[in-house]
Structures are given as structure tokens and as C-alpha cells.
């Protein structure tokens, strides 16, 4: 009990630690970039959140119940081919129709993919704490590279889109790297095109509910954001 009472409360600590990290580096971050340009850029991250719930469609829950290395393997690679597919009719969309700063919008949602199964895999395996270090060193990287690039004078909204998309994905796969190797099961392997389909139409109901429910939740805090961009 001791145990269980230490680590969550480390967990708890990092958490806390990183939000307030996060809120400062921002509270600086709209002092130094024009208000148009923070404006855009927090239009941009309300999109990414709201397409980045249907990154997965959330068959990274179904990782809780699976047991075997091979079906692990069907579910983190179904989940990662919706990712990928997500993404790129994102990017596409978004750059072709709203702006070119868009065309990053693939690269975020498919590093909130990344980041859903790393994060999964460390509490299935019981590694809360580890996750929570992850999550704190995550939280901390994209804010010191927006300041970073505020310091040599570049303070325009696309900058600001293209590093902290392309910082995420960098630290999303660096980090699904790292947990992978530290983890009992082998997702290396990519199985066949009808063991992901058979895994997909098994847990279609976390498409179907978790992530429709997730998606009208997530529009409705996010969405008045990117409206009062316009």
C-alpha cells in the first residue's frame, strides 16, 4: 500500500509540476508573439485536438485486453494504419483548402497517435511512474523550442506550427522507441491486412462509442477556439 501511495503520488507531482511549466512558458510566450500569431496557432492546436481524437479510433484501449505478443502486434498496427491514414487526409485537407501551415496537421495528429499507444503500453505494463517521467519531459520540450525560436526574433504563427508539430513526433516516436524496447511485447512485426481487419470489426465498439463520444466532447471545448480565430 506504501508503494502504491509513493508512486502515485510521484505521478501526481510530475503532472502538476509540467501543467504549471506548460502555463508559465505560455503566459510568457503571449507576451512576446504578436497576438495574431498566438491566435493562429492556438486555432491550429484546437484542429489538431479535435482530429487528433480520431487518430486511433481508440483501439489503443483494446491493448488492456489482449493478451498474446501477436494480437498486441494486430491491435498496435491497426490502430497506427488509422493514425497514418487520419493523418495524411488531414494534412491534405487542411493545407489544400484552409492554409499551408496546415499540411503540418498530419504530423501532430500522428504524433497524438504515437503518444496514445507509448502511454497505453506503459500502463498496461504497470509503469506509471516512467509514464509520468515521459509525460513531464514531454510537456517541457515544445514551450522551450517556441521560446528558443522567439529568441533569434522568428515569432510568426507558421513557425510556431511547423516546430511543435515537428518536436512532438520527434519526441512521440523517440518515445515509442524508448517503451518498446523496455517492453515484454514485440510490436516490430507488422501482421497481415486481415489480422488487423479481424481486430478492427472485434473492438469497433471503441470507434463507435468511445471515440464518437470523445469527439463531440472535445469539439465543443475546441472548437469556439478556432471560431474566434476567423
Not at 491534405?92 to 503518444?115: E, K, N, P, R
Not at 524496447?181 to 468511445?210: E, T
Not at 471545448?221 to 471560431?227: A, E, G, V
Request: overall charge positive; some cysteine; charged content about 10%.
Amino acid at each position: 500500500m506504501k508503494k502504491i501511495i509513493t508512486e502515485g503520488s510521484g505521478v501526481v507531482f510530475l503532472n502538476i509540476l509540467g501543467q504549471a511549466f506548460v502555463f508559465f512558458c505560455f503566459i510568457y510566450i503571449a507576451k512576446i508573439y504578436p497576438e495574431a500569431e498566438i491566435g493562429e496557432y492556438f486555432a491550429y492546436g484546437a484542429v489538431a485536438a479535435i482530429i487528433g481524437v480520431t487518430a486511433t479510433g481508440y483501439y489503443e484501449q483494446a491493448l488492456y485486453l489482449v493478451k498474446r505478443n501477436k494480437s498486441v502486434q494486430g491491435v498496435a498496427w491497426l490502430l497506427l494504419t488509422i493514425c497514418a491514414l487520419v493523418s495524411v487526409v488531414s494534412s491534405l485537407i487542411g493545407g489544400y483548402f484552409y492554409s499551408d501551415s496546415y499540411y503540418f496537421l498530419g504530423i501532430t495528429v500522428f504524433a497524438t497517435g504515437l503518444t496514445r499507444l507509448f502511454v497505453t503500453i506503459n500502463i498496461r505494463e504497470a509503469r506509471l511512474t516512467f509514464n509520468a517521467f515521459l509525460h513531464f519531459i514531454g510537456l517541457l520540450i515544445v514551450p522551450l523550442m517556441l521560446l528558443f525560436n522567439a529568441a533569434y526574433g522568428v515569432i510568426q504563427a507558421s513557425y510556431m506550427i511547423a516546430i511543435s508539430s515537428l518536436t512532438s513526433f520527434l519526441v512521440a516516436s523517440t518515445f515509442l522507441f524508448i517503451v518498446c524496447q523496455r517492453s515484454q511485447f514485440d510490436i516490430s512485426k507488422k501482421p497481415a491486412l486481415k489480422v488487423m481487419r479481424l481486430y478492427g470489426l472485434k473492438y469497433i465498439d471503441f470507434l463507435r462509442l468511445s471515440t464518437v463520444a470523445e469527439l463531440f466532447s472535445t469539439a465543443a471545448l475546441r472548437l469556439p477556439i478556432f471560431l474566434a480565430s476567423e
